[in-house]
């Protein structure tokens, strides 16, 4: 079947009124470390093809692998977050298998000695529940190289006339994280795996073992779904779909698949178990290889490395070494800078919890850093296709930037309209937000006779709104504030104006 | 005036200390050898002419600018072809490898070429080291200099033959149940296979990662020492290699003395099975040690019984996976598959893998994915697994009764090329002896012990030691060279046959165009 044609799906609704899905989640993260796993190549991304490449890596006949500790420190570290039990012995198997990319035609993994397992992340949902998905095992292996097939239309293997392969991947280390069945997610199912994904992208990136960039595939997903009949308790035939990378993707996936199921399913039909591709473009998934216990991997222990066994000081050294877990993190922040619900969790779809916090730190208010960063630069971000924290970063814009702006605004130079006006200028690059103000001419109007004579002018012109602030109808003098300004041509100090109003008219 | 040919290792070294000879003298007479016997004999695959000569000029201008160079410091040696040589052919005796020239150097490699000892050439071997006859060398076997209707034992049989037929003094070797012990018995020679991870397999193209050992071969037990020495020590590219100091080897080949010590006479390893002629050698050397005076016992490991079978599951299991990377992808054969347009990666991968591969290689590597495959792993894999275990817990006992261990290297002498190429299983019962070593990852060594009565051809006494123990191994085989050569009244190989006198009446490929000329 090509990716064109498309299966018939049942309501979501109908899904659930039948069915309990079953999700698993299989996440490889790419560490983050200077130097392969089994040898001393480069792991820099984007570089020339094989210029990354030793006879170790290349699978080179009478090469032989040796552990790169910090991987299976960063292994340590990532099963310690998820609250995994650390091995006590631990070993490398080799997973045989051909493929062109792969050059020992064996990828070097683990398989029933992982060097974690038994663990769980609680991860929150939109609906403001907790959801814990608990954690199978988490193990190191190798990344394989990448092939570019040349001569076809689609950059896929069929039709193409040849393939270029670069090994500078191969060897890259992986840590493959795999969940237990989970069951009991109903109709949240999408949501919690799209909330798990989010959930270990933000820990591995506090743990700062990897990147996570799932664009870059130094984080990629494997989605296995199932289906069973509502309160049956037994897991169906699950499809695996392979390579979905990213979040809005997960979510998406494990919908179409359940619906994909459901109506095969509901027409007698049955789940082939195999691998499905993922299409980000259409949204729909189409089968891959056939998955069956005829896959034999013939795994057995790597006789050409050593067991691992982690003391156990050693591993409460590395627990110790741990950051604070994400949630918490939320939680203690959104105490702390007395943020609602709704204002946290946009700064979290944002990414800029990390912003805000430096730029509390480097003196700012929280109110301050959420709505400066969250605003005109977000705004030019989207457009730009970045997130805020890169956007800024490429613009050489940070925190100080903003305390300064904030600053302005304390001090009486500026008000709030100047304010944002400086605030363009800095993201247009005309230098820091002082520069700004000075180069623009901003500056608030302070003198006091002007300012007088504006809002005796603008309450004269207002006598039914004068009458009603007289008696008591206080919230009324926004709209006189609004013409004193405008009657000042914006320089003027609102504050000022609101305190001069009241007064004359017996508030204050 | 010495025959540079014939002189020991250590001897060589000595001359060229005192200025009685030069690398390039000794290079040159082992070269014009080569050229005279190598086309019967066919110990080499590769000769680096060039190369060896460039190495013992350099050495030869060091010594004479008053260096301080490595004791073996021009010595010429050959290299087994199972070991990664930049710039060198490097083919493991398979024909998926032809014309396969490595960017990198084996450590064992590394260590020889820094201490400047020229490199003759890549001696043959039985392809990817399986076999004992070098009969399943991709490019034609290596005769046996004491009787070149006879096989030279494998794999390592390039390696043994060379220095029988005196074309190098040293040479390197790789012993996974008995590579190098079995060819150095059945020529006359010695050979080593150190501890388990005492010297570093790094750069050796893998047939067993588990039970594969390189190790030293040479014509006496001094010269064996020396080069395990230099051969030996942790490679920190090797994660199996022992992070610890190499045992006194040299020191121990030395003083040759076997005094207090207990020598145990495995029960299993003798007597049925074995020929008359090597059971007598056998028999006679172990009064020699007793005169020399160590004590006997006698020691049973049971579980002995099942070593070879334990072998056959483990060695094709892990063969099957270190030689998957042989694909056509990247080096080495490509062939394209036949009334094929258009062939896929796999297509192309078979029809190499059907013309590369040999016949016992293929049926390795069938044994072993089977062995390993789902349903079947646990019945071979596994138990394999732990039979291995009580093999090397037989050992563990044994060696509380006994210093060292000893039994004859191979059943029989030599056998004739073709005698057993059809009966694989009669093949894999010349390593009886020697692969429990393998399994329980401990030290052996093979030295001669003299010439069986009924075909006049050598015998091999083994001795085995515990782990890290190797300098047992030098004691208990110099000790015995020593009484044996008094009793000889010189090395064994003094008795073998003048190949420059035979070689013309053997019809032989030569594989140096002026062979002929020069043997004649
Ligand atoms: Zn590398």
């Known amino acids: ?508 | 005036m010495t025959d540079l040919t014939r002189a020991s290792a250590a001897e060589l070294a000595d001359l060229m200390a005192r200025g009685e000879t030069t690398s390039r003298e000794i290079t040159t007479a082992l070269l014009e050898r080569t050229e005279a016997v190598d086309g019967a004999v066919h110990s080499y695959l590769h000769v680096d002419r060039d190369g060896a000569l460039a190495t013992a000029d350099a050495v030869d201008r060091r010594r004479a600018a008053g260096e301080t160079l490595h004791a073996l410091a021009g010595v010429p040696i050959a290299v087994k072809d199972v070991m990664t040589t930049t710039g060198l052919p490097t083919t493991c005796g398979s024909r998926i490898l032809q014309g396969w020239v490595p960017p990198y150097d084996a450590t064992v490699v590394a260590r020889i070429k820094a201490a400047g000892l020229p490199i003759l050439g890549k001696t043959n071997m039985d392809e990817f080291a399986m076999g004992s006859s070098t009969e399943h060398s991709a490019y034609g076997p290596s005769h046996n200099p004491w009787d070149l209707d006879r096989i030279p034992g494998g794999s390592g049989g390039g390696s043994s033959s060379v220095l029988a037929s005196f074309q190098a003094p040293l040479a390197t070797g790789t012993d996974t149940g008995g590579s190098i012990r079995q060819p150095a018995a059945v020529t006359g020679t010695v050979g080593t296979k150190p501890t388990y991870g005492g010297v570093s397999r790094y750069g050796l193209i893998a047939l067993a990662s588990s039970l594969d050992q390189a190790g030293p071969c040479a014509r006496t037990v001094l010269d064996t020492a020396m080069l395990h020495e230099l051969m030996a020590g942790h490679d920190p590219l090797d994660s199996t290699s022992i992070d610890a100091p190499v045992p006194p080897i040299v020191e121990a080949a030395r003083r040759a003395d076997v005094r207090g010590m207990r020598i145990g006479i495995v029960r299993e390893l003798t007597g049925e099975g074995f020929q008359a002629g090597v059971q007598q050698r056998f028999d006679e050397a172990v009064q020699h040690l007793v005169d020399a005076g160590a004590e006997v016992v006698e020691v049973s490991c049971p579980s002995f019984t099942y070593a070879l079978a334990t072998y056959y599951l483990i060695l094709p299991s892990e063969a099957s996976s270190n030689l998957a990377k042989f694909d056509a992808m990247r080096y080495g054969l490509r062939v394209a598959p036949r009334d094929v347009d258009d062939p896929s990666a796999e297509q192309v991968m078979a029809a190499t893998r059907d013309a590369g591969f040999g016949d016992e290689v293929k049926r390795r590597i069938i044994l072993g994915t089977y062995a390993l495959s789902s349903g079947y792993y646990d019945a071979y894999y596994g138990s394999a697994q732990k039979v291995r275990r009580l093999i090397a817990d037989d050992f563990a006992s044994a060696f509380e009764r006994a210093d060292v261990l000893v039994s004859p290297t191979a059943p029989t002498t030599a056998f004739r090329l073709g005698a057993k190429i059809d009966d694989p299983l009669a093949m894999y019962l010349n390593d009886i002896a020697t692969i429990p070593a393998n399994l329980a990852g401990i030290p052996g060594m093979s030295v001669p012990s003299g010439l069986a009565d009924e075909d006049g051809l050598p015998a091999g006494f083994q001795i085995l030691a515990p782990a890290m123990a190797d300098d047992r191994l030098y004691a208990v085989g110099a000790a015995l060279e020593q009484r044996l050569h008094a009793v000889w009244g010189g090395p064994l190989l003094d008795r073998i046959p003048d190949l420059l006198a035979s070689a013309p009446t053997t019809p032989m490929a030569t594989p140096h165009a002026d062979a002929t000329t020069k043997g004649a």
Not at chain 1, 11 to 27: K, Q, R
Not at chain 1, 261 to 277: F, K, N, V
Not at chain 1, 371 to 387: H, I, L, P, T, Y
Request: proline content about 5%.
């Open chain 1, 1 to 508: 079947m090509s990716a064109g044609d498309t299966e018939a799906l049942m309501g979501y609704d109908d899904v659930l009124a039948a069915y309990d899905p079953a999700l698993g989640l299989e996440v490889h993260v790419e560490l983050g470390t200077n130097t392969k796993m089994f040898c001393g190549c480069a792991t820099t991304f984007g570089a020339e093809p094989n210029t990354q490449v030793c006879p170790v890596c290349l699978g080179l006949p009478g090469a032989l692998p040796v552990v790169n500790a910090i991987g299976v420190e960063s292994a340590i570290r990532i099963g310690l977050a998820l609250n995994c039990e650390i091995a006590t012995w631990s070993r490398f198997a080799r997973k045989n298998y051909f493929y062109p990319d792969m050059p020992k035609n064996f990828q070097t993994s683990q398989y029933d000695e992982p060097i974690a397992f038994g663990g769980h992340l609680d991860v929150d949902l939109e609906d403001g529940t907790v959801f814990r998905v608990e954690i199978e095992r988490a193990h190191m292996e190798e990344d394989t190289g990448k092939s570019l097939h040349v001569g076809g239309a689609t950059g896929r293997i069929h039709g193409a006339t040849h393939s270029l392969v670069d090994y500078n991947r191969a060897g890259i280390p992986l840590i493959e994280i795999v969940t237990k069945p989970i069951v009991g997610a109903g109709e949240r199912a999408p949501d919690v795996a799209r909330a798990y994904v989010a959930t270990l992208r933000d820990l591995l990136k506090a743990l700062g073992v990897s990147d996570v960039k799932m664009e870059q595939g130094s984080m990629r997903c494997d989605v296995n779904l199932s289906l069973s009949p509502k309160g049956s308790g037994v897991l169906g035939t699950r499809t695996e779909t392979k390579n979905v990378n990213s979040l809005r993707s997960v979510e998406r996936a494990v919908r179409y698949e359940m619906c994909r199921h459901g109506a095969i399913l509901a027409s007698g039909g049955s789940i082939l178990q195999e691998t499905r591709h993922w299409h980000e473009d259409t949204g729909i998934t189409t089968s891959g290889r056939e998955k069956s216990d005829a896959e034999d991997y013939r795994y057995f222990p790597e006789p050409d490395l050593v067991p691992i066994a982690p003391a156990r000081d050693w591993v409460e050294e590395l627990r110790a070494t741990l950051p604070e877990p994400p949630a918490q993190r939320r939680k203690r922040l959104q105490a702390a800078y007395s943020y609602s619900d709704l204002e946290m969790r946009d700064v979290l779809n944002a990414g800029l919890l990390d912003l805000i916090e430096e730029t509390v730190t480097a003196g700012g208010s929280p109110a301050a850093a959420r709505k400066w960063w969250s605003g005109e630069v977000a705004r030019r971000a989207n457009a730009d296709g970045q997130d805020v924290p890169s956007y800024a970063a490429g613009l050489g814009v940070g925190p100080a930037q903003v305390v300064e702006l904030e600053t302005l605004v304390t001090s009486g130079r500026l008000n709030d309209a100047m304010a944002r006006q400086a605030w363009e200028g800095v993201l247009d690059g005309e230098g820091s937000p002082t520069a700004v103000a000075d180069a623009r001419g901003l500056q608030l109007n302070q003198d006091s006779g002007a300012l007088e004579t504006a809002v005796d002018a603008v309450i004269a012109a207002n006598p039914e709104v004068a009458e009603k602030i007289r008696d008591g109808k206080v919230q009324a003098v926004g709209a006189l504030i609004g013409q004193v300004m405008k009657e000042m041509r914006g320089q003027g100090d609102a504050a000022a104006a609101r305190a001069l109003i009241l007064s004359r008219l017996g508030q204050a």
